[in-house]
């Protein structure tokens, strides 16, 4: 060691010593019941973290490519267009820049007290090479970066959860474990058990000295019971065995424990009893935000006496007003959070938005298919380029995403960094307002605060002052002309390019009355043989190998007092074995009772589901359903379900002429998990989030 860097170890030394001793650190946390509390004042804490995903396991939606999607992936493709020496160079830039130490001073400073740090086991223990038996082999190189990033918690304060996101073998068949497309964790337990053993061993103890380790979240989202062959039960062993290695050296940290099925059933983990400090640590996109969503994980808090973690939500665009929601309900519950995560590439979804430079979106482009192949000179000037501009002194802050976390407050930062002069990122873009239909127009703006007002054919639109414009609430002969807006604030302002829209008559579905109500069976009667059927063909998440495999018609009708639906469905393998209602085959039926298209559920909007072989309408998202009247019937080649919804329990009076926001989805389970899933009208499964997306039909005669 050269005097330089044994002089700064030693000051580094100094300084966390006399913290210790003057100001020990707040975020060394324990349990207590159903309670996360600090273990010096044994006063009850609620967890307010950020995750930080990307940094040592990167996604591809978080980089902005799809084809290319998980570590492994992208590791060999920078190879491969630079060598492995420059690729080196490249990913050492990018751990160095992408998290730093002002980050977890600046993330202090909003509020959070915890981190959780999504670990990739290939990172400090490589994938090849690695012996039969221990001892394995590990990069000191890399561990660096996680000595370097524990050294800051320690100084100032903030709390460490680690996360082991990515297993030896691969937890799951999926990128966000980086596996190779099978479990092998789960498939060659000879192998990859020990080695996640060690590794979980090694990181105890090499940090067993910190005061801000937080706890161990075992295993992210680990899959057993989809596969065929593999026992749920041994998420349970494997558990036990770890746990009982982190005990020999942190016997109070906190284990964070997942259930199967991307964190969602726990009963393989039942009894919850192997250890005094378990967390519950539960997955849910959108945020929970009601009890009703919390219910399923609040009766295994209190049957158990343990505490509760949200330990991995958000992935919503502004306003983010269900942040908010969910946050404020969290701490009403006594539920901890994290928030997943703190940086992504140009997307508005997190604290802050990393720019894609125009070397790097060319790279993206070659390794989409759609580009030249960049010569090694480029690619690595690129390539180096992006990576310090994942720091972020070059990113975009979202201040307003960070508000929406209560009660997080990002004034003293923003306050810090100063006010900048408005810059437009994006531009508002010309588009067709389609009548019924949502017809939205959103501009990108740069420097905080911001102020927007927009303008149609030149005059200020009163009460038009947020990023996006929702002109579907505009009357129809209104929705048409050139809009602009312009962002100001203290700094100054900026107006925006003009955006034409032209208007189009309502086009789609027009619903026929019903002289007489259908007879409620599951059968297909004279009334629906006279309904055209409409087919569903929207694709929106997994596969579907046929439409024997699954298809989907539906049709609808209407009298004064109920809507009236009929679905049928085309599936060879039917299944309910799955731990949650959207994993089992069924529908979905998504209504917008007034046909606002908002940005978030309100009270007349609802995600309704019914599963095969039950018979309750479970209303998911939105106010309860009551009085619906319900059939279903099993048929040679899928099931039929048939609807009658009460026009007053959504809020819509059935009037001639009204508007109806729509979508019907059907979720196809072909054992164990939700193998795909079909919609009539949107194009990604994204209608749970918000009701702009729905489809519209019409009441007609």
């Known amino acids: 060691m050269n005097g330089l860097k044994m002089r700064r170890t030693i000051t580094i030394l100094i300084f966390v010593c006399v913290g210790m001793f003057q100001n020990p650190a707040q975020a060394y946390y324990t349990t207590s019941g159903q309670n996360v509390i600090s273990r010096k004042t044994g006063e009850v804490v609620q967890l307010k973290g950020i995750g930080l995903g990307g940094w040592l396991l990167p996604e591809g939606y978080m980089w902005g490519i799809r084809k290319l999607d998980r570590p492994r992936q992208f590791e060999a493709a920078i190879e491969d267009l630079i060598g492995p020496k420059q690729a080196r160079r490249f990913w050492d830039l990018y751990y160095e820049n992408f998290v730093t130490r002002e980050d977890v001073e600046i993330m202090k400073s909003w509020g959070v007290n915890t981190l959780r740090v999504p670990l990739l086991a290939s990172m400090i223990q490589p994938r090849d090479g690695q ?46 474990s980086d596996s190779d497309g099978t479990a092998r964790l789960w498939t060659e337990k000879t192998v990859y058990w020990p080695q996640t053993v060690d590794l979980w061993d090694k990181i105890t103890t090499r940090y067993a000295d910190y005061t801000c380790i937080v706890g161990y979240d075992l295993l992210n989202e680990p899959l057993l019971a989809r596969y065929p062959g593999v026992d749920p039960g041994l998420l349970r062993e494997l558990y036990v065995l770890l746990t009982a290695t ?143 501009m994942t720091n972020s002194v070059n990113c975009e802050f979202l201040p307003g995403m960070v508000e929406s976390l209560h009660p997080l407050d990002p004034s003293e930062y923003v306050n810090r960094v100063g006010i900048k002069k408005p810059a437009i990122a994006v531009q508002p873009q010309d588009q067709v307002a389609v009548e019924g239909y949502g017809s939205v127009i959103r501009v990108k703006a740069f420097g905080y605060p911001l102020d927007y007002q927009w303008y149609r054919n030149g005059k200020p639109i009163p009460n038009a002052t947020s990023f996006e414009l929702f002109i579907h609430e505009f009357d129809f002969g209104k929705r048409g002309g050139e809009y602009h807006v312009v962002v100001s604030n203290e700094k100054g302002n900026a107006t925006s390019n003009p955006a034409s829209v032209t208007t189009q008559s309502f086009n789609s579905m027009v619903l026929k009355q019903a002289n007489q109500a259908p007879v409620f069976d599951g059968e297909l009667d004279a009334l629906w043989a006279a309904i055209t059927m409409t087919k569903m ?56 009772g007034d046909n606002s298209k908002s940005a978030f559920y309100d009270a007349d909007d609802f995600q309704l589901r019914y599963v095969v072989d039950e018979s309750v309408l479970v209303s998911s998202i939105g106010a309860t359903v009551n009085g619906a009247v319900l059939a279903q019937k099993r048929v040679p080649d899928g099931y039929q379900m048939e609807l009658a919804i009460p026009w007053e329990a959504i809020s819509s009076t059935g009037a001639l002429g009204d508007f109806l926001g729509l979508d019907i989805h059907i979720n196809d389970n072909d054992g164990k998990t939700r193998h795909g899933k079909l919609a009539w009208y949107c194009t990604r499964d994204n209608a749970y989030q918000s009701p702009s997306v729905f489809g519209t039909v019409r009441v007609g005669r």
């Not at 284990?255 to 099925?261: K, Q």
């Not at 901890?336 to 590439?345: D, L, M, R, S």
């Not at 679905?567 to 917008?592: F, N, R």
Request: with cysteine; hydrophobic share 35%; charged share 25%.
């Open 131 to 176: 012996p039969a038996n221990a001892p394995y082999i590990y990069s000191a190189h890399n561990f660096e970066f996680l000595d370097n990033f524990v050294n800051w918690c320690e100084e100032l304060g903030m709390g460490i959860i680690w996360d082991l996101h990515g297993a030896p073998g691969g937890q799951n068949a999926e990128n966000i």
């Open 246 to 388: 982190i005990r020999k050296t942190d016997r109070d940290g906190i284990i964070f424990v997942e259930g199967d099925d991307w964190a969602q059933d726990f009963s393989v983990l039942e009894p919850l009893d192997w250890d005094p400090h378990l967390v519950l640590a539960f997955h849910s996109y959108p945020p929970t935000n009601t009890q009703r969503g919390l219910q399923r994980w609040d009766d295994q808090r209190k049957k158990y006496n343990i505490p509760l973690w949200h330990g991995e939500t958000g992935e919503q665009n502004p306003p983010w007003e269900i942040y908010k929601q969910s946050t404020h309900f969290l701490e009403s519950a006594n539920v901890g959070w994290n928030w997943w995560t703190h940086k992504k590439f140009e997307l508005s979804r997190q604290p802050w938005s990393i720019h894609r430079t125009e070397g790097f979106e060319k790279i993206l482009a070659y390794w989409n298919g759609k580009g030249e192949r960049p010569s090694k000179w480029q690619a690595k000037r690129w390539l180096f380029k992006q990576a310090r």
């Open 537 to 592: 063909e929207q694709v929106v998440s997994g596969d579907r190998d046929s439409d024997r495999d699954l298809s989907a018609h539906f049709a609808m009708t209407y009298d004064a007092t109920m809507l009236y639906v009929l679905v049928q469905v085309v599936d060879d393998i039917i299944s309910t074995d799955a731990s949650i209602d959207y994993m089992k085959d069924g529908i979905e039926l998504y209504l917008d």
